[in-house]
């Protein structure tokens, strides 16, 4: 029996497509028509089902909202040049879900049921995914712990669910950073990797009080010594120093972002030198002072390339230009979205087109 026999599909009696306005797409507020649902029950997942997008019955004694097994993914599809759909690399995606699963305690998601779940999903919902250039399709797998159940353990069922929301150009305000050199997002041998729910849940706080002394977000540093750079708010950082990119090598606390990954492998072909290595603040300080330091910038699948334009290091402000579209984050966001809408040659298998 082979996966695709066995998905239920109800459609929605009621689109919502008419009355969502896909000139003005704020970033996840319009849900597309339809979920798909697998239940982890007895050892094994379930058959797929897809329904329409809206709430699940539960019982506040699921333990994910007691102990946090909890984990998500972002990805997006993309309208191509010819008029197809395609979801940027599904693969890779599907080892960093795992890889979270793993670490939360949480089963295996098999692949069939992932690239099924995603094919089925967003072809019926295939007039949700925006045509306007820069606009995507943003999609959002979620696993967590369904058993209800009060006792602190590991939970024997679970819930995957996977939604979809039209998204818009992503207008990057500059950001205003400040080193943070008190609180932690995670630490090493910690969970950061994962992109499970609590890293986010703890990083709210440090992050409302950097906003309020005036910051858009932090600039986060190890938990040991304060002492190295390992991401920005909830993306991946990269710097142009000297005319190569470089940006902090992964270790568990720092998660091992696709967009990181593939500007990385972009830049190298654009030419460029790349280099992963512990990058101390001092060094950031020294950088801006002599002006090696030319660009800096925050890299996620929501934002692609979020340019950073002041960062205060201890007491000091340090400031950057706005960069434009010759600097190097800008042919580097141009390059990766040539490559996700087929302007440009897919060579390293990165598209799925369905
Ligand atoms: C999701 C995420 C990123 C970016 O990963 P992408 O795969 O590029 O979207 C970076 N850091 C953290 C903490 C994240 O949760």
Not at 187 to 201: I, L, R, S, V
Not at 278 to 301: D, H, Q, W
Not at 321 to 342: C, F, H, M, V, Y
Request: glycine share 8%; net charge neutral.
């Amino acid at each position: 029996m082979t996966l695709t026999e066995t998905i239920r599909i109800e459609r929605t009696p009621h689109s919502r497509l008419a009355e969502t306005d896909f000139q003005n797409l704020e970033f996840g507020k319009y849900i597309s028509d339809h979920m798909a649902i697998s239940d982890f029950k007895s050892g094994s997942w379930g058959p797929l089902s897809i329904m329409p997008f809206g709430e699940l019955r539960m019982t506040p004694a699921i333990l994910a909202l007691h102990y946090g097994q909890a984990i998500f993914e972002g990805m997006k599809a993309f309208r191509t040049v010819d008029g197809r759909v395609n979801i940027f690399r599904p693969k890779k995606h599907h080892e960093r879900i795992n890889k979270s699963l793993e670490r939360m305690c949480m089963p295996a998601l098999p692949w069939d049921l992932f690239i099924q779940s995603l094919r089925t999903l967003i072809d019926l919902d295939r007039e949700w995914v925006p045509k306007t250039e820069g606009s995507s399709l943003y999609i959002r797998p979620l696993v967590f712990a369904s058993e209800s159940r009060l006792g602190v353990k590991v939970s024997e069922q679970y819930k995957y669910v996977l939604m979809t929301s039209p998204v818009g150009p992503y207008y990057n305000k500059p950001f205003r950073l400040k080193v943070e050199d008190h609180y932690v997002r995670t630490a090493e041998g910690g969970p950061g990797y994962a992109k499970c729910a609590g890293n986010y849940g703890g990083a709210f706080y440090p992050t409302q009080v950097a906003k309020e002394e005036g910051f858009d977000q932090v600039l986060w540093t190890d938990s040991k010594e304060h002492k190295y750079i390992d991401e920005v708010g909830m993306m991946n950082v990269m710097f142009v120093m000297d005319g190569k990119l470089v940006t902090p090598q992964l270790y568990t606390a720092i998660l091992d972002g696709v967009t990181r990954d593939s500007i990385l492998t972009v830049a190298r072909e654009m030419g460029l030198q790349t280099e992963e290595k512990r990058i101390s603040v001092e060094e950031l300080e020294e950088g801006f002072r002599s002006g090696k330091l030319t660009e800096a910038f925050g890299c996620g699948t929501a934002a692609v390339v979020a340019p950073i334009t002041g960062i205060r290091i201890h007491d000091n402000d340090y400031k950057l230009g706005t960069p434009g579209p010759e600097s190097i984050q800008g042919r580097i966001k141009q390059k990766l979205l040539n490559i996700r809408t087929g302007a440009e040659n897919d060579v390293h298998h990165w598209n799925y087109l369905i």
